[in-house]
């Protein structure tokens, strides 16, 4: 009776590691576009949530999209705002534009023109399509014409020293 103890105990603790050793499934970009296809929004944003808590600039740009419009909560700018900031500072033109927007139409921060302008100019330092360039272009010449002159060459200057930081 004793060996039969201590064999199902050597089988017990045998099998437990198996048990532990499975590894998580990890989620994708794929897995969000997939939600998103399939109108699975919640999913998605959570997908999202994970993905760009583990600094993924793609996500934080989309994460962002989600707070900014409110797609699956209601709109929280200041969320969308720390996203966008995030995918940012990793060189994510797309999420330049989206501060760009969040600063020059005062959500969730104070009206500022100058650093509206200041992300344009950063978003068009980007590599961008040529169609998208000039879109840029036309909206940070024509902020400009809002701004002083400290104010753009400000800009200008950040503009030169940005270094995408990956996080």
Sequence with gaps: MVRIAICLALLGGASAPLLVAVPAYAVTMDDVRQAMAEKRSFDAFQYLKE??????????YELAGFYHWGK????????ARQWYERAARQGNADAML?????????????QDKAASYRWLVLA???HLDSKDAARIAIARDDLAKHLSAQQIEAALAEARSFVPQPE
């Design 98 to 110: 989206g501060l760009a927007v969040i600063y020059g139409h005062g959500q969730g921060v104070p």
């Design 124 to 126: 068009s330092s980007q």
């Design 51 to 60: 993905l760009a808590e583990a600094g993924d600039a793609e996500a934080q």
């Design 72 to 79: 699956v909560t209601a709109a929280d700018f200041t969320k």
